[in-house]
């Protein structure tokens, strides 16, 4: 990917995320950018093509992110905390229009971003129980894989039932108690007391 195509991959993802994808043509993501549809049509075959390539770069970004805090070498608590803040940020320009428009209208680019979302919640999960099981901060009896398949499930499961509004889904109070009941199920008990150091500023950073 060259430059000019990451330009408007990233212009047009705020562009899906602000207005959803159905209502944004190629003429709109065109006349946005200031080129002609003729240089739009040079980077990406028709629509479809193109929402393919702008969820392509998001997922490379999330991974990116999810690196840089593997990176810090951090407690496995710590790791959650911070996966907690990004997701937190990452509410804030939610669309889910966006994503209900993928759903509807691009089936097959749906059930790819979801295989995708899938893979990445259960290895981020899947390495972080373990981590946390060698550091003794969560409990040593529990299943790994499975755990890291439920918190796949549960997730998922958060966006598609109607128990919870999006609006309410995406709040941070709503979110936050659904991170905090989910690891307080698999801490030990020194991974408690720890947590119980971190909840204060968690709750504090986050509002």
Sequence with gaps: MNKKQGYILEKTERMYRRYGIKSVTMDDVARELGISKKTLYEYFNDKEDLISKVLDQAFVLHQNRIKLIEARHLNAIEEMLELYRMIHHMFIDYNPSM????????????????????KSIFDFAYKNLNKGKKEKLYRKDIN????????????ENLFESDLFSIQEITTIK???EFFIYNLLGILSTEGRNIFNVHIQNLK????
Excluded: C, N
């Design 174 to 176: 709503v979110f936050r």
């Design 144 to 155: 790994t894989r499975i755990i890291a398949r439920l918190q796949v499930f549960q997730v």
């Design 204 to 207: 504090a950073s986050t509002g």
């Design 99 to 118: 994503e209900y428009d993928i759903h509807k209208y691009y089936p097959a680019l749906f059930l790819k971003l979801q295989e995708i979302r899938r």
